[in-house]
């Protein structure tokens, strides 16, 4: 694949490889400057299938947007006018509607007499400007990517953006999609990841793609598979980029020195030890700092320092920068509970011979039901044999569990539980609408997803559709729930007889319950500062509808949150087995569902172990993971602190060791665009000729290219 960043090539190059698609872009400009742009609609596919629309109008300057998406119940729907100005950069911009779970949208932004101004969910600011400067929307849609695409072809690949930072175009080639003629570009700095567009020989958009979905210009829907393959492509090849720079892999013994480590069955620390692995294996467990030190071993110094097996994310949803997130975060596995079947099944055999870093990953194969409000992933049956049938695709894959979702006919929960557990495999999932907990549990369900789909059978009136938003809107109810009531303790009852566990993701509702517009949550407190603009102002928004009396809603969802934390510690009182989970894909919001399970009232200790040793005993894997043991998988995390005094430690990942392999979470950071948290230990690393070492701090060991060169 040809890669070229515009504007970090010599200015002649620069000319001949834009001045096409400038000319398209900047053609047809009007006596008010404004870059002229063709009406387009577009579809957005997931998962085969039409789950909404982009349809962009221009008269003269003047541009309208109407965004509607409707997927598994949810989706932002919301109109955007925007007034061009020159080099097709908005002098004026507004957005209004509904984000992704209802919350309301009201988003401008305006430059007048040399002062931009603008107002979001996020923030609100204003900056002296000549001219107008290119504001990256709050609140978007798939289209406003064409529109910073354009401004930075019209500033020579690159521009200074609003509210903060600088976005980038890399032209990476020419192809043809069902007969069209486009150029696919990368556009970096807007979030997390960078986005891929495609825009045609007139410069205008065609579509937007990554690896699990695309927006294509409506008529061209059938040539979506090839552009998920194409995104899967250039995710992976830019996830095998970074993981190339940052892992370390040495075929000698790495010692970790001065480190107490965290023992789960116990709950305290060790006296100050020595451990040893062997590429994927730790091999020896020494007392104290372990002795002299072999010439040919690598050593770390964990400087009194705390290690603890690695973390556990028992509600993950895979991506290909995903890995990255978990590792820095100290997550090694995780159980990823829904995906696309297809990038799922191509990404895991990457992951385990570490061309992608990222945690080893369980999956569990997902299983909806047919109606308006189906989620658009895995296998959406039609006829109970059809979900039979599902079931041994997944057996045949390799698949540990199947995972039943919102839509499924709660008819069929029995025999399509009965069929898993015939083939040796675990279910898992939603309470289907229209169905209880109890009845899910009493049909064969091993565990059940999300606390809020436990607790709604406590607070659901006869008729509510949890399709719809109301399964987490509903639960504000849960500010009265008393939860010595008979319904609550025969549901607990029952998952006691049956050895029912519960997946919490506490940390995902908090986010959707308690986030407010304009301020940091609570739980995003730690970390938010740290990342790029763009994601940061994505966090400080509200999700769910608040009306008039804004105060008294604010308190009920707050109050209702605090009830979610009481029920995780009647439950863990009760001896349900806890599976911390987060349904994001940061690493940070594993860390803080850890973090909240103390808030409930759990010790740091028992959260650790709920996160290490209790996971993989779930998933059967506590012979080889969840304890730092001679013969187990090298698989744990160093901090500085102690985090069975303070669980905030584990926010400050020093260094994670993966099967063996040593990541530096400063070094993955700073890969990813974010501010590290906290520096590596020192390392030393034999020469490669000789006895001789050497020793090496980060500046030395990273050197200029942020990469250190143990190989070569």
């Known amino acids: 694949m040809r890669h070229q960043r515009i504007g970090h090539i010599g200015r002649a190059a620069t000319r001949r490889l834009l001045a096409g698609a400038m000319l398209a872009a900047l053609a047809g400009l009007g006596a008010g400057g404004a870059a002229s742009a063709a009406d387009g609609r577009l579809?957005?596919?997931?998962?085969?299938?039409?789950?909404?629309?982009?349809?962009?109008?221009?008269?003269?300057?003047?541009?309208?947007?109407?965004?509607?998406?409707?997927?598994?119940?949810?989706?932002?729907?919301?109109?955007?006018?925007?007034?061009?100005?020159?080099?097709?950069?908005?002098?004026?911009?507004?957005?209004r509607g509904t984000s992704l779970m209802g919350g309301a949208v009201s988003e401008t932004f305006a430059w007048a007499n040399g002062r931009a101004t603008w107002k979001s969910q996020a923030d609100a600011g204003t900056v002296a400007a000549a001219s107008p400067r290119l504001y990256i929307a709050n609140d978007g849609s798939p289209w406003n990517l064409f529109l910073y695409a354009r401004a930075a072809l019209a500033n020579g690949g690159s521009v200074d953006v609003l509210p903060g930072g600088r976005i980038s175009l890399t032209r990476l080639r020419d192809m043809a999609v069902g007969g069209t003629e486009v150029t696919l570009y990368r556009l970096d700095g807007v979030d997390l990841r960078p986005d891929y567009l495609m825009l045609d020989r007139a410069g205008e958009l065609f579509a937007t793609l990554n690896a699990t979905n695309a927006a294509i210009r409506e008529g061209f829907e059938k040539e979506v598979p090839g552009l998920l393959k194409l995104g899967a492509e250039?995710?992976?090849?830019?996830?095998?980029?970074?993981?190339?720079?940052v892992s370390h892999r040495f075929d000698m013994p790495v010692r970790i020195r001065n480190v107490r480590i965290f023992d789960p069955r116990s709950g305290a620390l060790g006296p100050l030890s020595t451990v040893v692995t062997m590429r994927q294996r730790i091999t020896q467990i020494l007392p104290g700092?372990?002795?002299?030190?072999?010439?040919?071993?690598?050593?770390i110094d964990g400087e009194g320092g705390t290690l603890f097996p690695g973390l556990h994310d028992m509600h993950s949803h895979t991506s290909l920068e995903s890995g990255l997130y978990y590792l820095a975060a100290g997550v090694t596995q995780t159980?990823?509970?829904?995906?696309s079947n297809g990038f799922l099944i191509d990404l895991l055999p990457h992951l385990e011979s570490g061309e992608v870093a990222g945690p080893h990953v369980v999956p569990a194969g997902f299983i909806e039901g047919r109606s308006p409000f189906s989620a658009r992933l895995g296998f959406i049956p039609e006829t109970l044999d059809e979900a039979l049938a599902a079931v041994h695709w997944y057996a045949d894959r390799g698949y540990r569990e199947i995972k039943i979702y919102n839509s499924f006919n709660p008819d069929w929960v029995r025999p399509v539980a009965a069929e898993a557990h015939r083939i040796g495999l675990g279910v898992t999932g939603h309470v289907p609408a229209f169905s209880s907990p109890n009845r899910v549990i009493g049909d064969g369900y091993d565990t059940i997803a999300h606390i809020n789909q436990l607790m709604l059978g406590w607070l659901l009136e006869p008729g509510d559709d949890t399709r719809t938003p109301l399964r987490l809107t509903g639960m504000a109810r849960a500010a009265e729930l008393d939860l010595a009531s008979p319904r609550v303790t025969a549901t607990v009852a029952l998952m006691k007889q049956k050895g029912t566990a519960l997946d919490t993701t506490a940390v995902i509702l908090e986010r959707l319950m308690l986030s407010r517009a304009g301020t940091v949550a609570e739980g995003d407190a730690d970390y938010l500062s740290h990342m790029p603009i763009g994601y940061q102002r994505y966090r400080k928004r509200t999700f769910v509808p608040i009306g008039k009396d804004a105060a008294a809603e604010d308190a009920r969802y707050r109050a209702a949150f605090d009830k979610i934390l009481a029920t995780m510690k009647l439950l863990d009182d009760q001896g349900i087995q806890l599976l911390p989970g987060t349904d994001d894909a940061t690493g940070f919001t594993v860390q803080r569902e850890v973090e909240l399970y103390v808030k409930a009232g759990l010790s740091p200790a028992r959260a650790l172990r709920l996160a290490t040793l209790d996971a993989a005993a779930y998933l059967g894997q506590d012979h080889d993971r969840g304890t730092i043991e001679r013969g187990k998988f090298a698989d744990f995390v160093l901090v500085a602190g102690d985090p069975t005094r303070d669980i905030r430690a584990i926010k400050r990942p020093r260094m994670v060791m993966r099967g063996g392999t040593v990541y530096f979470p400063s070094e993955i950071h700073r890969a990813l665009g974010i501010e590290a948290f906290a520096a590596p230990p020192r390392m030393t690393v034999p020469a490669m000729t000789g006895d001789d070492k050497d020793e090496m701090g980060e500046a030395s060991f990273f050197g200029a290219s942020g990469r250190a060169h143990l190989h070569d």
């Open 289 to 299: 700092d372990g002795g002299a030190v072999p010439g040919d071993q690598v050593v």
């Open 335 to 339: 159980r990823d509970m829904g995906n």
């Open 43 to 95: 579809s957005i596919v997931s998962n085969g299938e039409v789950v909404g629309t982009v349809a962009a109008k221009q008269d003269g300057d003047r541009l309208t947007i109407d965004y509607h998406v409707d997927d598994n119940g949810r989706g932002p729907k919301h109109r955007e006018e925007v007034v061009l100005g020159p080099n097709g950069i908005p002098r004026s911009w507004s957005i």
């Open 234 to 245: 250039l995710g992976r090849e830019r996830a095998h980029g970074i993981s190339e720079a």
